[in-house]
């Protein structure tokens, strides 16, 4: 009891539906109770940050957080969460977050934020968890950002209103590589690439491209005894090899995709049960989603089908059409999930990272899990 704060703070991150929350919860419980250090979760989800998407986002609920305090969710205005508690005092954004009038929450936004979460936490000698599905939120804070311009409002406006088709066909003239990235519908990252085009002459794309290669030096994951070796060579454990203690520990979770596709149908089954549909029903009736957060898998599938049913006054929709919804969620779900794999792997090459695997047969190791990540932030078993 009573050790001393690790300098290394913990990165979770893994797929959808992959239990990252609990395992971030279960470290802090686990640090707390043989180590007496207090430990608090800074929540990396670029969905989870918007009041009134709770459900659709797996958003802990207040006992699944047993009594672990949780930053950056709930810092987006929206509509209240029925049974949410405020975000404690003193949150990094409590001089501005309630005016907020942003449509759009960005990774600069994240980063701002989190840092100084983390920087608050160590000056109380608390150890930060952070934990997310965002990778690219994980990305930017391992490797930081690549020097972009700052936003230029004015043009972000003449951008977004922009007829698409021309804006689109922009975007494939001037950065052919980022239009094949960028999906035709995510005004967003088009906007963005065209402001930075711009701005600066120089496709975003190509100012990604040095962010986006493979740190140097990298040898490989220290993997738990359990984890799946199908995407990464194992290699020498790094932990300490370099001499110096590195500022965050990578901690990755790597699924059987078989065992994964099973969760997640589980967990949207679960979502349906729980309320999802009476959920984006509130949402929708409050006018409370914005462009971005409309965008969040589980929404997006029922949205028009809550739409459909409030103009014809007809409340619950046909349930023909909410099934076909909830399979589309399953099903892009499991897309995301894919997808994710990739960044997962881009991931899991940082120096001295932890990967937990489990297949559909050890599943049981995840027990094991916390333990991992205490020894491999060098605390004593």
Known sequence: MGASLPSSTPVICGPTAGGKSDLAVDLALSLRARHGIMAEIVTAD?????????????????????????????????????????LRAGRPDSSGSESRTTQIFTLDDWLRLAKQTIADLRARNFLPIVVGGTHLYVKGLLEGLFEGPEPDHALRAELAAMDPAARRAELERVDPAAAARIHPNDVRRTVRALEVFRLTGTPISSHQSQWDRPSIGTHGTLSASEGSDTDTPEQPPLAGAQGAVPEFLLVVLDWDSEALSRRINARVKAMMDRGLLDEVRRLVESNAFTPQSAEALGYKQLIPVVRAALDASRWPPPEPAVEEAVERIKIETRRFAKNQRTWLRRLSVTPGAVRLGARPADEAGRTHWPETILTALGLPR
């Open 46 to 86: 670029a969905f989870q940050v918007y009041r009134g998407l709770d459900i659709g986002t797996a958003k802990p609920t207040v006992e699944e957080r047993r009594g672990v305090v949780h930053h950056l969710i709930d810092i987006v205005p929206g509509v209240p969460s029925p049974g949410s508690p405020a």
